[in-house]
C-alpha cells in the first residue's frame, strides 16, 4: 500500500500512453509546436507598435520605470496595486531597450509567445500530444491572450508562470517519486504570485489538491505549499501599502452580472468594449461561443475516463479563479474584473484543446480547433486593421496637434490624460479646479459627438480647424483675445466619453497650477482631480 485513497488515485489525472514524459515526440509533433510557436511569436511582436499607449502603460513607462532601481521600488509601493515582479523586469528591460511602445511592450509579448510551448506541455500531461497540441494553438491566437501580450503590464507574466505553475502542479500529481515537479511548483506559483496577487486562486486551488492527492507524500506537498505561503506572507506589508479603495472604485459601479459577462465575451473576443471606451460588442463571440459549446458536448458525450479526468482538473482550477472571487464581490469585497481573472483562461484553454483533441471524435474535433483559431487569426488581423477595435490613438492625437504656439487647453478623454501628455512631452498638466484665460481650446471628441463639442464655449471661441482620425475628431476652437473659461464648464463639453478631463499645455510658468505629482523624469505631471482615479488607474 502506497497510502493513496481510491478517491485521490481517481482524481490523478492518468498520463496517455503518447504522454509519458519519458517518451520521446516524434519529430513531427516538435515541428508542428515549433510553427505553433512561432505564429504566436509572430503575432504578438508584428502589430506591437499599432496601437498607442493605454493609461496604465503611461503609468508603467512614465512613472514606474523612468527612473532608478530605487524610485521604481517607491512607486510600486505608493502608486500601484499589483506585486512587483513586473516592474522589476520592466526596469531592466526598459534601460536596454527603452519605453517606446515596442520596447517596453516586447516583455510582455515574450512571456506570451512562452506560453504557447508550456500550454502544449499541460496538454500532453492531461491527455496526450493531440490535446497538446490544440492547447498551443489556441493559446498561440487568443484574442484576450494577444491583447494582454501586447500591453506594458504584468498580466502577461501572470498568464505564464500561472500556466507553469498548472504544468508542474499536473507533473507533480502524475509523478510517482521525487520532490522535483513539487519544488518546481513552488517556484513558479511564488513567481505568479509576485506578478499579480490574483493568482493566489489558481495556486491556493492547485495546493488543496495537492494535499488530498498526495497522502503518500504529504510531507513533500506540505514544504512546497509552505515555501508559496512564506512568499505569499512577505508580500503582505506591501498589500497593506498599496491598498486605496480609490483605486477600485469605478468597478463597483458596474454590476457584478455585466463583469461576469464581458468576462466571458472577453476571453472569446479579447477587449472589445468598455476598457477601450467603446459600446461593448459581444457578437464577436458568437462564433468561438459556439464552437467552444461544441468542444464541451464532444466531451460529455464521447471523451473517455482519462480526458475527462484531464478536462475536470483544469475545469477545477479556473473555476476556482472566477468563483472565490465572485463570492468574494457578494460578501463585499469586490476587486473582479476581467482582467483579474486571467490565471482561468489557460486552464479553460485546457478544457477546450481536450474537448477537440478526443480520440473517439478526431476528425470532428480537429475540424472545430482548425475553424476556431482561423476564426481567431482572422480577428486578431482585423484588430490590427480597426482603429475602433483599439486602444485610443493618443499618440496620433499629439502628432497632429504639435507644439504649442501659445498656451492652450485640450479636453479630452479622464483616461486620455496621461497618454496625451507622454506624447506631447512639452509639461502639459492635468488642471481640475479654477478660471483659465487662455486664447485657444482643443477638444479631443469621438466622431459622432465632435460637431457638438464646443456648443458650450463661450461665443467669442470659433470653430478654426477640424482634424478626423479613424477613430477621434479634434476640433481647435480659437480666441481673438484671452477668455477666462472655468474648469466645469470645459469638463461638461460633450465628447462623447464617459467622463473627460482637462490638460493645459504650454504655459511658460507652472507656477500657478495646483499641487502636482510627478510622473517620473521631471517632464511629465499631473493632478489627482476630485473623485480620484477612474478605472484602469492604476491597477
Not at 508580500?235 to 472604485?249: G, M, T, Y
Not at 468563483?323 to 482561468?344: C, H, M, Q, S, W
Not at 482620425?469 to 477668455?483: A, D, E, F, N
Request: hydrophobic letters at 50%.
Amino acid at each position: 500500500m502506497n497510502g493513496t485513497s481510491p478517491a485521490a488515485e481517481r482524481a490523478r489525472p492518468q498520463p496517455s500512453h503518447d504522454g509519458e514524459r519519458g517518451d520521446r515526440a516524434p519529430a513531427s509533433i516538435l515541428w508542428w509546436l515549433a510553427g505553433l510557436t512561432a505564429l504566436g511569436v509572430v503575432v504578438r511582436f508584428a502589430s506591437l507598435g499599432v496601437q498607442s499607449y493605454h493609461h496604465d502603460e503611461v503609468i508603467t513607462a512614465a512613472r514606474v520605470v523612468s527612473g532608478g532601481f530605487v524610485h521604481m521600488l517607491r512607486e510600486v509601493k505608493a502608486s500601484e496595486s499589483n506585486p512587483p515582479l513586473y516592474y522589476v523586469l520592466a526596469w531592466g528591460w526598459a534601460k536596454a531597450f527603452g519605453t517606446g511602445e515596442v520596447g517596453l511592450r516586447s516583455l510582455s509579448a515574450l512571456f506570451g509567445a512562452a506560453t504557447v510551448p508550456v500550454a502544449y506541455l499541460i496538454g500532453r500531461e492531461l491527455a496526450s500530444r493531440r490535446a497538446g497540441l490544440v492547447a498551443a494553438a489556441i493559446v498561440a491566437v487568443n484574442p484576450m491572450l494577444i491583447w494582454y501580450s501586447q500591453e506594458a503590464r504584468s498580466y502577461a507574466l501572470l498568464i505564464f508562470f500561472g500556466a507553469l505553475s498548472l504544468l508542474f502542479f499536473v507533473r507533480a500529481l502524475n509523478s510517482r517519486g521525487g520532490g522535483r515537479d513539487l519544488a518546481l511548483w513552488a517556484v513558479a506559483s511564488a513567481a505568479a504570485l509576485c506578478s499579480h496577487y490574483f493568482a493566489v486562486f489558481a495556486v491556493g486551488a492547485e495546493a488543496v489538491w495537492l494535499l488530498v492527492a498526495l497522502r503518500e507524500r504529504r510531507r513533500a506537498a506540505l514544504a512546497a505549499i509552505v515555501a508559496v505561503g512564506a512568499v505569499g506572507v512577505a508580500l503582505l506589508p506591501l498589500v497593506l501599502a498599496q491598498i486605496n479603495p480609490v483605486h477600485i472604485e469605478w468597478i463597483q459601479n458596474i454590476p457584478l452580472s455585466k463583469r461576469l459577462l464581458d468576462t466571458g465575451a472577453a476571453f472569446l473576443a479579447g477587449e472589445t468594449g468598455r476598457v477601450i471606451a467603446q459600446p461593448a460588442r459581444d457578437g464577436y463571440a458568437i462564433v468561438p461561443a459556439l464552437l467552444i459549446g461544441a468542444a464541451f458536448v464532444l466531451l460529455a458525450r464521447r471523451g473517455s475516463d482519462r480526458e475527462r479526468r484531464g478536462a475536470t482538473l483544469g475545469a477545477a482550477v479556473a473555476l476556482a479563479v472566477i468563483l472565490i472571487p465572485t463570492i468574494a464581490a457578494l460578501a463585499g469585497k469586490d476587486y473582479l474584473v476581467e482582467r483579474n481573472l486571467l490565471p482561468a483562461l489557460v486552464p479553460l484553454a485546457l478544457v477546450v484543446a481536450i474537448g477537440f483533441a478526443l480520440g473517439g471524435a478526431r476528425r470532428l474535433g480537429a475540424l472545430l480547433a482548425v475553424l476556431l483559431c482561423a476564426y481567431w487569426l482572422a480577428f486578431d488581423i482585423y484588430v490590427t486593421q480597426t482603429p475602433n477595435l483599439q486602444r485610443p490613438e493618443f499618440g496620433a492625437v499629439a502628432e497632429k496637434m504639435g507644439p504649442p504656439r501659445r498656451p492652450r487647453i485640450v479636453v479630452t478623454w479622464k483616461l486620455g490624460t496621461d497618454p496625451l501628455e507622454f506624447y506631447l512631452r512639452d509639461g502639459s498638466q492635468d488642471i481640475n479646479a479654477g478660471r483659465w484665460p487662455v486664447k485657444e481650446i482643443v477638444v479631443v471628441a469621438k466622431q459622432f459627438a465632435a460637431a457638438e463639442a464646443g456648443t458650450r464655449l463661450p461665443r467669442s471661441f470659433r470653430a478654426v480647424e477640424r482634424t478626423q482620425l479613424p477613430r477621434l475628431t479634434l476640433t481647435r476652437y480659437v480666441s481673438q483675445r484671452p477668455i477666462p473659461v472655468w474648469f466645469h464648464t470645459l469638463r461638461s463639453l460633450y465628447t462623447g466619453f464617459g467622463r473627460n478631463a482637462v490638460v493645459i499645455d504650454g504655459l511658460p510658468s507652472q507656477a500657478s497650477l495646483p499641487r502636482r505629482v510627478g510622473l517620473g523624469g521631471g517632464a511629465h505631471t499631473i493632478a489627482t482631480p476630485p473623485g480620484g482615479v477612474e478605472e484602469g488607474a492604476p491597477r
